[in-house]
């Protein structure tokens, strides 16, 4: 297999929970709701994937569990900001503290604490037939999990949803301007919270991935702010779903590359600065791109009885 | 569909709502008949915003029932509202800019409809509704670059869409020309003849009496009386209205001597959206002066005023204070000059109101040399003038510590005007200085704008209430479009000629134009 | 649930009542200590999922803690950086600003001085101290200022940018570490210890509690005065109520933002000298990496006020050591100390939400009261 094969199979797989977790930002961000918590929702879904997994002995078990306690997690901050109309940034960063704290502990509670990490058998990958002899790309594009073929599929029907049901123009709306929907009768807080639920299980799938799918074992580091890259890309593809994917592709496609030349050893740049090459991106992206479709609401609760 | 005699369309009984600090709507009682167009007449603050959010589901009220064709009603969100046919046009456009106007009727979806909302057979019906009605619109166009007359027009199809035969329209003319406020007239006028009903909130007497049949006046949030047209005139609904007599400011007209404080030349400013907001205006203020612009708002009033102060880019032409040239100078240097600007938000521009009155107080004085000096603020200082002025000016307020939003909007604007008259030795720029403010509170802004120009001030008063300009201004110059295009001296302006002007049709030139 | 709600406000109301005197004095005291309360309820309750008694250890916990000095005095060493952290974050919320950078800013302090005290061995401590602490401050204030420069220039979201530029220097610090900056013994990823003449000296002997403390309260006070005394706080806290009044005003609102940055980095900058010659001696990779986070935590709970922060960053100080003398004392391990704080901060943001509560649900009842009107 030769190394440009290498790379964009790589890219893909990497670039899987980014796009996931970009495109749940996506749309809880259009509802005018900051998702503040990914970073911890992740690392709630990587646990919750492995333990799932682990214990049912099924992956798939796992990843259902990861979906389910990553919305359940995602619903406090919902209530929290939604309902209470508390601060979000403030919110996620205690809830982003108390997911690092109560995935290391339960951790423990569960497991103990293991000479050598648990393991399991992260996601294999099921090459489509025909599709996966095509040279060059084909082991790359179409060999790859179930869960990277999900993420792909799932950004045009995103796409779709969006912009072209009724009920992407309601989220849409509620993003630009919450009483325009609320003097349509429609209940402003139902939709945004709706809209954490389904971003938080999203993100909680997105975070086992690392666990499950990928390294098959989990430790507290696992995430390392690859959350706050998906909420960084939600910002930088404008509130697209392809924008998304597209931004999800190049930052995995830089994360591939630093494994690539780690393992290989080849030394032309220092392999810290591969490390911060995704970070280093994201700001230049924030600097150079002037218009931005930022929902007009974005992060202001509504308020709707004022004296 | 039942347009009996003797069903009333609504019925409100004993509404009350409470807010923190305050009784909106106080054991409020209200009819409306089909085939007919109501009057909710009040000042700022009587509550007819509030009474009508009731009516649409917006809000719950704290007691009452409502009744919709003689059954009682549970109301509880605007779904309901509308499922009863009732339809409401507020004051502050519930559209999302960025949306198209086929986008925009689709959010409220359908609530007298079936099956799948299509993007085609909406626009068509919106096409149909717009012809039926004269409010012609483009389906695709989208809503945020629409004109705001227009923009009106979207929101009375989006509740004409979902089949209401009541509509509750709040303050619809505050942002139409006399023009557009004619087409307005002639839909609601068609509505009801079809045997639909309106209710149209305002506080503007002239307009009231040309369009509705009864009329119910709100005080303090309740119910001084219902007026049919006949019984009713204009000095009878202002009484009710205000609960005495009104009275209008007088000035003595200063002659025009002295030297000139603020000449503008030729200005070319842009607005938010690129265009031309003012286009080659000119104009010259002496000491003492009060020199009014009027105008619909939307032709560059306001752009003109953020130009001379320096909120705006100047592209072309020149500012000149009292001989020296402020052009595009930042604005901690206009300030520095002499130059008090009364913004026309003074919620979001003119004062900070999580902050203390006395922190208001120091707000665009803060550099000068007796309350803060080498960047350290000197707390008795602040503290002294602070007092000073909430005494002089009769602001209201607990204490000066109190943040400014807990003050009433009357005396939060008579902060504004009271720091602004200290800061601008030169020069006052008010911008609708006396918008949303009761009739008390208003009478001292212009009252102290007078003052203002009797101690030598030069004056620029830019307001759409064209009483208030006749009441206030020596000589006035009606802006259209950006550019002035006539200037009048008070003696020789009427009612007509300033309302044609406000429309863009220019009069024939006449002896009193400089 | 609503019928619940009601409940409770109703409840909570009463007890407030009784305290109408003294109304917000009493709750800017009571709800840290009821939150707190809380948050240890919460961690109690996770330590009985490990077969654990809480009451036991929580008990051991205050038997250990007050035996000796030692244990005390540790408090006030472990929250000395959070002080510096927690005031980086609040400083910058005055002006709305949101600094998420503050880990990255206290790394690159903590590099500045670690470089400034590895080449000034055998200068006179004096001299030796107030370089490192220029040198920390210089460089987390630079490090952050181009964070403003961004949000003055392009009107980049800082959230983001901030947030970037502290993985960007870890990398750095990763790099250097490794590489250049590495022990002589070549052994670990971390820095030679630093000499003896630029080690901040102890408070109380034989505790790890050092000058940077006092330090830290300097700098607390000076954030207070700049903010209420000075025409740039006012400048700052106009800009954070209110921009387009600021500018209205004729504040530079862009200067604000890189000043503010600025100011905010170089607090955190200085966590980093605290931590370097006060407390470890040396630069550990990856060493306190919730120090930013956690800033942001005490500045909430403190209410973005110098003052209260002060008081949140002693509690997170006690949190810390109390939550590693649980970890010596039972079988606990450590990242209770993370769920501690978690819980706390919820409970801190939930007593916001019920103060407002209780506030509008007092001020309908005084209306309806005052009419007479029965419902």
Redesign the interface.
Known sequence: MNIFTGLLGSALRMSTPLMLGALAEVFVERTGVMNIAIEGIFLIGAWAGFVGAYLSGNLLVGFLAAAIIGMAYGAVYGL?TVK????Q???G??????????T???Y??LFG?PLLPLTVEPLMDLPIPMLSKIPLIGKALFSQNALTYLAILLMPVGYWVLFRT?VG??I??TG??P?????????VERVRFLAVLASSALDGVAGAFYSIGFLGMFT?GIIG?RG?IA??LC?LGNWNPVGVMLGALIFGLADALSVVFLTSGIKIV????L??LP??L??IA???R?RF?VP?YLGKPYV???? | MNTQSGVKAVELRGITKYFPGVIANNNVDLDLNWGEVLALLGENGAGKTTLMNILYGLYAPDAGEIYINGALASIRSPQDAMRYGIGMIHQHFTLVPVHSVVENVMLGGKAQRRGPMRVEDVAREIEELGNRYGLEVDPFAIVGQLPVGVQQRVEILKALYRGARVLIMDEPTAVLTPQETRKLFRFIREFKEKGNAVIFISHKLAEVMEIADRITVLRDGKVVGTLSRTQASERRLAYMMVGRELKTPTRTRQKRSGRKILEVKDLVVKGDRGNLAVDHLSLEICQGEIFGIAGVSGNGQEELAEAICGLRQIEGGKVILDGQEITNANPLTIIKAGVGYIPSDRRREGLVLDMSVEENVILRRYFNPEISNHGIIHRRAVHTQATKLVQEFKIKTPSLATKTKALSGGNQQKLVVAREYITGSKVLIAVQPTRGLDVGAAEYVQTMLSRASAEGKAILLISTELAEILALSDRIGVIYRGKLLEIIDRAKATVEKIGLLMAGIRGERNAGVE | MQALNNLTTQIAGMVLDRMKQRDQSFWLVFSPILSVILGLLGSGLMMLLLGQNPITVYYNLFRYAFRDIYNIADIFAKSTPLILTGLAFGFAFRASLFNIGAQGQFYVGALAAVVCALHLEGAPPILALLACFLASATAGGLWAAFIGYTKARFNANEFLVSMMSTYIAIAIMNFLIRGPLKEAKGEYPQTDVIPANTWLPPLIPHTRLHWGFLLAVAVALIAYFILWKTTLGYKIRVVGHNQVAARYAGINTKRIFVIVFSISGAFAGLAGFTEINGMQHMLIEGFNPQIGAEGIGIAILGNAHPIGILLAALLFGALKVGGNLITQTSEIPASIIGIIEGFVMLAVILSYYLQNKIRTWRSKKALKSREGVTL
């Open positions: 929290i209470f109309k508390q601060h940034i403030v919110t960063t205690a809830m982003n503290i108390l997911a690092l704290g109560l290391s502990y339960l423990r509670v604490a009724r123009l309601i849409r709306s630009e301007n009483e325009a929907v609320d003097a349509a009768g429609i209940n507290s702010g706050w909420f960084a910002f220092p392999h810290e600065f490390i911060a970070y280093i994201t700001i924030t600097i150079s002037r479709n007009a709707k009885e004022s004296g």
